[in-house]
């Protein structure tokens, strides 16, 4: 993708206008409400995941919860950097966001985004260990080394998010800023520069796809084995236990990585869907997780109601 260089002081972009999603005018109530029941929710209900991980001492001490919680707290942050400027969309405010506010959204983005992504790794490998491994677990994954890990995801996803902040905000923007997307993500954004962007597609390509699909494929892998290492459970209650586990997680980890990978994996192309598709990572899969982990995770509606019987005892107490 080339842009044409003629640039001056006078006509540099000091905002930009993020279009949203097109809609027809008569749905805009009611995709309001939508996506305003979306936030809400998910707030909510990854909140609820955080408070029971960290109140339940079963469930904190133990690596897999560890991650689950910081999965939940990624998924609010991230949630809260799309979605309140996504319904802001489908009201009369403007739909103006400073400079300063798009570079700030599109780092987070990508500084949550590719820490969930490197998260989702890491519970895969904590699984692959717990079920292919379950003799050597306790020494291969513990509470320290997960503290490690986890860190380790959070500094990664900080640096690719500078990268990507960094580079597609040094290329000069001098002409139209409308933003044909719903947050300021960088094929969109990279579609208004004034200047060469070759470069910079084909940093996102290898940064960002390969990296997604690198990732997805360890995934893939790790569950490989876990699926081979649980069809040689000779009790059907174990075989089951154990997919149910490991199904929930993939699942989610489908939803999220399919998307990432279908728009970052086609460098200078502008499809109708990439919107579409965009709101399953953004904002349908930090739904999901507290929906798939608590419903379909026995331990976890175990602490739930453990809390709740311990406060009912103490009401009744008082």
């Known amino acids: 993708m080339r842009r044409n260089k003629n640039t001056s002081l006078d006509t540099t972009v000091t905002n930009f206008i993020l279009l949203g999603l097109s809609h027809p005018p008569n749905l805009r109530t009611l995709l309001f409400l939508v996506f305003f029941i979306i936030y809400i929710l998910t707030q909510l209900g990854n909140l609820l995941i955080l408070l029971t991980v960290w109140a339940d001492s079963k469930l904190h001490a133990r690596p897999m919860y560890i991650l689950l919680g910081v999965l939940s ?6 949630s809260s950097v799309i979605v309140p400027r996504l319904i802001l969309n ?10 300063g506010g798009c570079v700030a959204q599109l780092y987070f983005f990508h500084f949550l985004g590719s820490t969930q992504c490197f998260l989702y790794t890491l519970m895969a490998y904590d699984r692959y260990l717990a079920i292919c491994q379950p003799l050597r677990y306790p020494l291969l994954m513990n509470g320290r080394l997960c503290t ?35 947050f300021c993500d960088i094929p969109a954004v990279l579609r208004l520069a004034c200047a060469d962007t070759t470069v910079n597609e084909l940093v996102t390509f290898v940064d960002i796809g390969v990296v997604a ?7 893939l892998l790790s569950y490989a084995n876990i699926v081979h290492a649980i069809l040689k459970i000779r009790t059907a209650d174990g075989r089951r236990r154990a997919f149910s586990t490991c199904g929930s997680h993939l699942t989610v980890v489908t939803v999220y990585y399919v998307p990432c990978i279908f728009i970052y994996l086609r460098p200078g192309s502008k499809s ?17 997780n507290p929906l798939i982990y608590t419903l379909r995770n026995q331990e976890v509606k175990s602490a739930l109601k453990r809390i709740t019987a311990g406060r009912g005892t103490v009401n009744e107490n008082k």
């Open 73 to 78: 707290f990624l998924d609010m942050w991230l």
């Open 148 to 182: 490690i890990l986890v860190s380790g995801a959070w500094v990664a996803g900080s640096i690719h998010g500078s990268i990507q902040a960094t580079l597609t905000f040094r290329l000069p923007y001098c002409g139209p800023n409308q933003v044909d997307y719903f």
């Open 272 to 288: 109708p869907l990439d919107g579409a598709v965009a709101v399953f990572y953004t904002v349908v899969t930090p739904l999901l």
């Open 90 to 99: 489908f009201t009369p405010a403007s739909k103006a966001i400073p400079f």
């Open 213 to 219: 699909a690198s990732c997805f494929m360890l995934i």
